[in-house]
Every structure is written in C-alpha cells, then in structure tokens.
C-alpha cells in the first residue's frame, strides 16, 4: 500500500522536508530553466514542485489512487498506468514518489512514455538504495522499492527510455537538527564528486532524466554505460547532459 498524500503533505511540511524540497525543486529548475509556455505534468507527489513553474502554459499533478485523499486542489487522482492525458501532449514530466510503490514500474513509465512528446523529457526521482534516507523508518525516502542507478537506468531502457542526463540529491542525513546546514552540505558534496568522491551512494535520491526512444537498448548500449554525473563546481544544482559522446551542462 502506497503512502498517504496525508503522510506526504505533513513530512514535506516540515522542516527536514521543506528543506528536502528545496533542493529538490533547485535541482529540476535548473536542469528545465523556466519551463515558460512548456507543458508540465507530474506524477506522485509533485505539486509543489511544479509550482515552482509558474510561467508554463499549464501543468497538472497526478496523485495515484492509492494514496487516498488528495491533499489540494492543484492535484487529481488518477490510476497508476492510466492517465487521463492525450498522448504526446506533456512537453516535462516530473516523477517523485511514483515508482518506488508502484505495483508495475514498467507499464507506469510506458504511459509516461505515451503521454510525453517527441522532444520532450521525463526526470524520474527515485530513493537510493545505498543512501542514508532510506535506513531511516520515518525517511519518506525508505518507503517501497529503492533503486541504485544501474537499476533506474535499466528500468527505463526496458521501458523504452533513453537516459540524458543524472544527478544526486540529498546527501546530508535525513536528522531534523542537521536541516539548517543541508544548503552547505549539499554544495560541498557537488563540488567534490568531480574529485572522484563516491558520494552518489550516499545520497538520499538519484535522478535520472530520459527522452522517449523507439527502440529498447541492447546489451552495451549507450543507455546501459551512462556513467554517474559529476556536478561542476560553479554549478552545483545542475544536471549534465550526454550529447554526441561530450558532457555539457545545461543552464
């Protein structure tokens, strides 16, 4: 059974969850820019994020059914592979707390592949299984299925996806008196993992973010040696991209 929206709304209401996030919501705004005159949708939990938006052209965020009531007005409830969208009609779609509990991650992404555009593209945000947030029983983090990368990676492959692009998030301990500090942790561990620090497996969320593909990725493609993103110094919060064998990063 999924987590309620009631569950949900009161940990990112608090202050190790406002500040969770935060830096979730830095990392998607520079990874989209301002998204101005896109189409955004999400599904899980991702209103508030999406908010962060507010010069797209419109924007929807999807609730699963089973996570019972929902917990605005901003939201609609909808079925885990059945969304009440036209296909190709989403130019950004965000995904956060939508895998890890779902019944058939594969045919969750295959409507998410339905829905998104040819050049659109999808950030699937999803609990590390080798962080700190998921060893902690009330980590909204530790509820469900955690992924490592290679398994994310192969998830959407299989679901004919093509990753672009990778990052972390949320590296500090998930321990509310350590929340005022998260900012620096979390700029420090950036600057680091250009040194080959390991610090992905520490951390408490990985995204991965994936356009449409018309083919599934055969053993040794591309899609399967996507390497960990290392995030530059002088931009923290980003996302680097993976085009024509060159890593560029995007502003």
Known sequence: MRMSSEELNAFYGSRLGQVAMDLLTAKLRDAWGPAKGLRLAGFGFTAPILDAFPD???????????????????????????????????????????????????????????????????????????GFWTLVENSVFAAGRAYSRRQLINLLGRSLFAPTAQASALYFPPVPRLARVAPLWERTASRLEPLGMPLPNVAGALLLEARRSMAAPVQGSKAEVLRPFLAPARRPAGLAAERDGRKVHRS
């Open 56 to 130: 797209v052209e419109r924007s929807v965020s999807m609730v699963p059914a089973g996570a019972g009531p929902l917990g605005s007005c901003r939201e609609v409830l909808v079925d885990e592979d059945r969304w009440p969208l036209r296909e190709a009609s989403v130019d950004r779609l965000l995904i956060l707390h939508g895998l890890e509990e779902a019944p058939d991650p594969k045919r969750t992404l295959r409507e998410a592949w339905r829905v998104l555009a040819d050049d659109g593209r999808v950030i699937v945000v999803a609990a590390n299984r080798h």
